[in-house]
């Protein structure tokens, strides 16, 4: 089972529109989340950083939750653009092995229509 | 714009093919890895490397094969390719304590 589920697993959504995607993970010790946006053909490319310490974090239109004690953290996007749709993809970081390890939810794909 | 690039960005070859997937970077990253990626589903990591010479196998299993004789080029290879090597290949690197990656723009393999 995957330790960072997400969802929903698609969204559609008009320009202009607001929406939140959701993770949840059961990664322990955890470290910190980042959110990556994926457009397609291209590598993700990070949003945004949550550690331990921080509820919310903001980038823009993005704005980042976490709340560390129930495991959950949501992307919620203000006043959707056409270059918003996109894969968005929660990752955790387990800082507690000696090497450390990333643990990867399997996207929410948004799309933006005009 | 990422300073990682990848070649080829797509690739449509028979079974029993050699293949090599390049990568390289300018950040003077030392960590590099290989991800694996198949439509709706999560990244998985097949190979990494903390520096030069040192290379390893990630969490999937994977009959390809890597090399890192510079700290700017980590090569992934495929000896003989199969239909079931299609996918997309992501590399990505990081600084030495840092998690956050930098990705390059993937190469998506077709294996006919």
């Known amino acids: 089972k995957n330790q960072v589920e997400q969802s929903p697993q698609s969204l559609i959504i008009l320009e202009g529109k607001n929406c939140t995607l959701q993770c949840n993970y059961t990664v322990s010790p955890f470290s910190n989340l980042r959110w990556y946006k994926q457009d397609t053909g291209r590598g993700p490319v990070s949003l945004t950083i949550?550690?331990?310490?921080?509820n919310t974090k903001s980038n823009g239109r993005y704005t980042a939750t976490l709340d560390a004690d129930t495991k959950q953290s949501s992307l919620h996007i203000t006043a959707s653009q056409l270059s918003d749709s996109a894969s968005y993809i929660c990752v955790v970081y387990d800082r507690g092995s000696t090497l450390g390890r990333l643990y990867f939810g399997r996207g929410t794909q948004l799309t933006v229509w005009p | 714009e990422a300073d990682i690039y990848q070649t080829p960005r797509y690739l449509v070859i028979g079974t029993g093919k050699k293949i090599t997937l390049e990568c390289s970077q300018t950040m003077g990253h030392d960590k590099m890895y290989w991800y694996q990626q198949d439509p709706g589903m999560e990244l998985h990591l097949i190979h990494y490397s903390y520096g030069v010479n040192s290379t390893e196998k990630g969490d999937l299993s994977s009959e390809s094969t890597v090399s890192r004789i510079r700290t700017e080029h980590f090569p992934l290879t495929l000896e003989s390719a199969r239909p079931s090597h299609t996918s997309q290949y992501l590399c990505a690197s990081s600084l030495s304590g840092a998690n956050v990656l930098t990705f390059g723009a993937g190469s998506r393999l077709t294996v006919l």
């Open positions: 949550m550690t331990f310490s921080e």
